[in-house]
């Protein structure tokens, strides 16, 4: 079965951009692992950055800056002429640092201790505005209004960490995040959202989705149990899952999760 031709583009961006930046990064996560990127309208929270990008992505895209993390940092590269990016600032941040999400007006930094918030007022040096400390483990990021949920895990030994949890943050006040729950999971990866359903890569129990409706309280409701995926890429129509099998694409506008196609990855020997 053949992807759209949307898709086809899709998959064509994920490839470019995911060598580039296995390349440029720290390396601190596997290539299987490494979140991909796709051109979107709408953005990766309720519209407003130019690019979307998978929860475990270690690089973003906003108002004509793609931000990568480097080392204890993030490198700000200037990409309003496409075909001549430039470098044009660096900010420190922290040695554990692993996955970058924006909301359009701040950048939302996944650590293995810790969730960072920078506003971007000045787009090539962004500031810390706001901190939430968390029990060691790997956690991406994905924030949906004032609310941010950030996934941890136990299954890395690089990560370290003893809990398998959904944390619901509230981030009203960018500057003061706090916990408002946590959901035992069983060994979440990658998450994403489109519109208000909550979709979750949960090791051998396969993708979860969750109504999040009241964004305070997730609510599961359903999956894909042979979905054994790292991470998500939900667009307006579809959602795009990336694991070490392959690639697949699900319609999620039925109410239900509809598989429509996949390609098969060959495991390496």
Do not use: W
């Not at 060598?19 to 720290?26: E, F, S, Y």
């Not at 996560?29 to 796709?38: K, P, V, W």
């Amino acid at each position: 079965m053949k992807f759209s031709n949307s898709c086809a583009s899709i998959i064509k961006f994920i490839s470019v951009i995911t060598l580039t930046l296995a390349a440029a990064a720290c390396g601190s996560q596997t290539r299987q692992e490494m979140g991909a990127a796709a051109p979107s309208k709408s953005g990766q929270s309720a519209g407003a950055s130019d690019a979307k990008t998978g929860s475990t992505a270690r690089f973003s895209v906003m108002n004509e800056k793609l931000y990568i993390i480097s080392g204890g940092g993030i490198d700000v590269f200037d990409i309003s002429v496409a075909a001549n990016p430039t470098k044009s600032g660096f900010t420190g941040v922290a040695l554990d640092i692993e996955t970058l999400f924006n909301d359009g007006k701040h950048l939302f930094v996944g650590s293995e201790s810790a969730l960072h918030i920078y506003a971007v007022t000045n787009p090539d040096r962004p500031v810390k505005i706001g901190f939430h400390r968390h029990a060691r483990a790997c956690d991406p990021v994905v924030t949906s209004g004032d609310v941010a949920y950030v996934t941890l895990r136990n299954d890395n030994p690089r990560c370290g960490g003893t809990r398998n949890v959904l944390k619901v943050v509230d981030i009203e006040d960018r500057s003061f995040p706090f916990e408002i729950a946590s959901i035992p999971m069983h060994a979440p990866k990658g998450l994403g959202i489109a519109d208000k359903r909550l979709f979750i890569c949960d090791g051998d129990h396969g993708m979860v989705e969750f109504d999040i409706s009241n964004p305070h309280s997730p609510l599961e409701l359903s999956g894909v149990r042979d979905e054994k995926c790292f991470d998500v890429i939900p667009l307006e129509k579809t959602l795009i899952t990336t694991g070490q099998d392959g690639i697949s694409q699900y319609d999620i506008e039925q109410g239900k999760l509809i598989r429509l196609s996949r390609i098969e990855v060959e495991k390496a020997q």
